[in-house]
C-alpha cells in the first residue's frame, strides 16, 4: 500500500508563488509518474501537470509556463513550483502516484492524495 502526503498549500495574492510538495511512502518497486490534478468549487477535478521518473513533464495548457515540476525519485518527491499565481488557481490540489509493485509480474496502481487548498486572491 502507497500512501501520499501533500504540503505547500496557502493562501496567496494575485501574481505570487507557492510550491506544493508530494511524497509518495509504503512499498512499491518504483514510481512511473506523479502529477497534480485540482478542483475548485462547483467544477470537476482537472489535470494540472505530470512529471516521469525519466525526466519528461507536461503541463496542462491554462498553465501557460507559470508552472514547473520535478521529481526526486530518490525521495520519492516531486514538487511543484507555481509562479504568477491567478484568482482561476485557486483549488483543491491532489497530488497522485502511479507505481509498480509486486515482485515477479509488477502490476501498476495509483494512489490519491488527500488534497491540499490553494487560495489566491485577486
Known amino acids: 500500500q502507497v500512501e501520499v502526503s501533500e504540503s505547500g498549500g496557502g493562501l496567496v495574492q494575485a501574481g505570487e508563488s507557492l510550491r506544493l510538495s508530494c511524497t509518495a511512502s509504503?512499498?512499491?518497486?518504483?514510481?512511473?509518474?506523479m502529477g497534480w490534478w485540482r478542483q475548485a468549487p462547483g467544477k470537476g477535478r482537472e489535470w494540472v501537470a505530470t512529471?516521469?521518473?525519466?525526466?519528461?513533464?507536461e503541463y496542462a495548457s491554462f498553465v501557460n509556463g507559470r508552472f514547473n515540476i520535478h521529481m526526486d525519485p530518490e525521495l520519492s518527491t516531486m514538487y511543484l513550483q507555481m509562479n504568477d499565481l491567478e484568482s482561476e488557481d485557486s483549488a483543491h490540489y491532489y497530488c497522485?502516484?502511479?507505481?509498480?509493485?509486486?515482485?515477479?509480474?509488477?502490476?501498476?496502481?495509483?494512489?490519491w492524495g488527500q488534497g491540499i487548498l490553494v487560495s489566491v486572491s485577486a
Open positions: 497522485k502516484v502511479k507505481y509498480l509493485y509486486g515482485q515477479e509480474n509488477f502490476a501498476s496502481s495509483d494512489a
Open positions: 509504503g512499498t512499491f518497486v518504483r514510481i512511473s509518474t
Open positions: 512529471v516521469g521518473d525519466g525526466g519528461y513533464s
